[in-house]
Every structure is written in C-alpha cells, then in structure tokens.
C-alpha cells in the first residue's frame, strides 16, 4: 500500500502538476496558450469517452449498471441540499448555492486522473462508469439553481431564472455533449473501433495527461491570490471556505464509497464512484451558474 502510495505521488502526471504551480511561485513565463489547454482538454474527454463506450459495448448491462448510475445520479442532486443549508448563512445565498453544487457536480479531470492511475495499477474498470460521471455533473447544477431560485432575498425576481439557457448549459454543455458522444462512438464502434485508433486513443494519453496537469498546475497557482478577494459584501470566510473544501470531499467520499459496497462493485469501480463522491466541478458549474444567477 505504501508502496503504491508512494509511486502515485512520483508519478509523472502529478510532477508536472507540481511543476506548473512552482513555476507560477518563481514567477517564471511557463504559460500554455489557451487554445492549446482547450484542446488537452478535448483530447483527454474524447479519449476517456470513447474507451469507456468500448468497454460498455463489452460489458453486461444488468441491473446492477442501472442502479449504480440511478444511485449516482442521487448523489448528484442530494449532495448540494444538505451542502447548501450548511453554507447559506455563513456565505449568503448564491455563494452557498454556488458552491453546493460544485461539490454536488463532478469533475472529468479528476475522473481522468482516478482512471490512468487505476490502469497504471492493473486494475479493471468498467465503461458504464463513464457514463455515470457524464451523469453527474447536470442534475447539481438544477439543485443548485432551484435553491437559488427559492431562497434569494429578491423575492420579485423569483421564478425568473433563463430556464431554457440553464438547463442547455448544464445537460449540453462542452465536455458532457463530447463526453457521451465518444462514448457512444465507443458503443457503437466496439473492440474494432478501438482497432482502428487505438495509436491516437491509447499511445498519447499519458503525455497529454502530463502537459494538461501542467497546464492545470499553472492555474490553480494563478488563482490562490483570489482566496482573499470580496464577494460585494464583504470577505468571505476563509476558514469556513478551507475546512468545507476539506470536509466536504471526505464526506462526499464516504457516502459514494458506501452506496458502492452496498451495491457490491469491482474494486476498480467501487474507486472511481468514490472518486466521483468527492471530486467537485471547476468548469460546468462556474458558466452554468453565472448564467442562471443573472452574472452573464
């Protein structure tokens, strides 16, 4: 166990994580260009998508698949309820809206990340769990937005959400529109889809992991210096804000982690639902709800 530990944290994708945010704390002009970030970004969806559609094109879609993607699904919409009753005071209304469905909502780079180092393992994993990520990131965002909607000081403008551009942003935004189409690509396709563009599906994953780490690496350096910044009325609560992004994961964690064993999944699948439990959405979450707050 140790041992493992110890290789995941010298492993090369997270170096480069590290290397990106050193390079921002020694002020030196490492910079990906935004254009070139944004197709890491696509790459890495289009490949994870397509290889979990071959997988799913492999695997038995039995009950058991049903009702792990319906359980991930309620974990999606009930993790930003108990979140947000707990923040609102503390955060006011939309920041605790905001952040309650970012931690409801999941995050395809970490999913990304739980998949390579389960393959750098031996472990096996099954497609339908990608999927069950793509699923994961709409129903926290609707959550979300309702709690909003409900309890914003303006009662006037209750109910006068843009429901039609929310509701597109959150089912049919970027990466979950690219996420389920490879993947249905992968379905369809199968094993002999795979044949024909594994040296482009399989081969550059890693490396493309590595720059899209350092790329990421870059900015959350970039962004530490917002931790102090106003919301209009004033600072926000670091320490609420630091303890909830330590206990929230945890929490999160332990819940899709049980509902997994209850479900009795593969050890491989049992982490990535896990994983799933306590990552949170930096990307989806962010426009939708800029959008759906009226901060478009």
Known sequence: MTSAFLANLSSPPLLFFFLGMVAVFV????????????????????????????ALATASLGPAVWLTLGAAI??????????????????GVAN?????????????VTFITGTSYLDAQGIEWNGYLVAAMALMESPAIIVGMLLFSRFRNDADKRGKLRWGPLLHEA???????????SMLIGYITGPQGMEQISAVVTAPFLGVLCLFLLD???????????????DGSG???????????????????AAALAVGVALN???????????????????AVPAALRLGQGKA
């Open 27 to 54: 002020r030196s002009d490492l910079d990906i260009p935004g254009q070139i970030a944004r197709f890491l970004s696509l790459y890495l969806l289009f490949a994870i998508g397509f290889k979990g559609g071959v």
């Open 74 to 91: 309620a974990l999606s919409a009930l993790v930003p309820i108990y979140s947000f009753f707990l923040l609102r005071k503390r955060l």
């Open 96 to 108: 605790a809206a905001a952040v309650a469905a970012t931690y409801g909502s999941v995050s395809a």
């Open 171 to 181: 089912s049919l935004n970027g990466s979950v529109f690219l996420i389920l189409g």
């Open 216 to 230: 990421m690496g870059i900015v959350a350096a970039r962004r530490l210096k917002d931790l102090g910044e106003t």
């Open 235 to 253: 600072k926000l609560p670091l320490a609420l804000m630091a303890t909830a992004s330590l206990v929230f994961p945890l929490v999160n964690a």
């Open 265 to 283: 999944l593969s050890e491989g699948d049992l982490v990535l639902l896990t994983v799933l439990g306590a990552s949170a959405s930096y990307i």
